[in-house]
């Protein structure tokens, strides 16, 4: 139960997180202009990674939290970029 507890906490935090990023990512597109042909490139990039690495992770006996462990990581990792 305490582990269905922390995936559960760990997908709100993803999904609350997530939608900050999308918030700064659509403002600095909105912009236009090579940064945001920049910004557009690495998002679409990103998400290749992003959907290989939980396949792997999976493929190799890792769990949903692993990959949404992985997920939260990323989405860290971008607003320190975003925010820096």
Known sequence: MI???SL???MTLLAL???TIIG???ARLSLGGPAAMTEAE???SEKIFAL???ATTLATGGSAHDVVTGYRRHVQANADR???
């Open 17 to 19: 997180e997530s939608q």
């Open 8 to 10: 559960a906490t760990d």
């Open 3 to 5: 582990l269905l507890l």
């Open 52 to 54: 290989g690495e939980a």
């Open 42 to 44: 690495r998002m679409v």
């Open 82 to 84: 975003l925010t820096g």
């Open 24 to 26: 700064i990512r659509l």
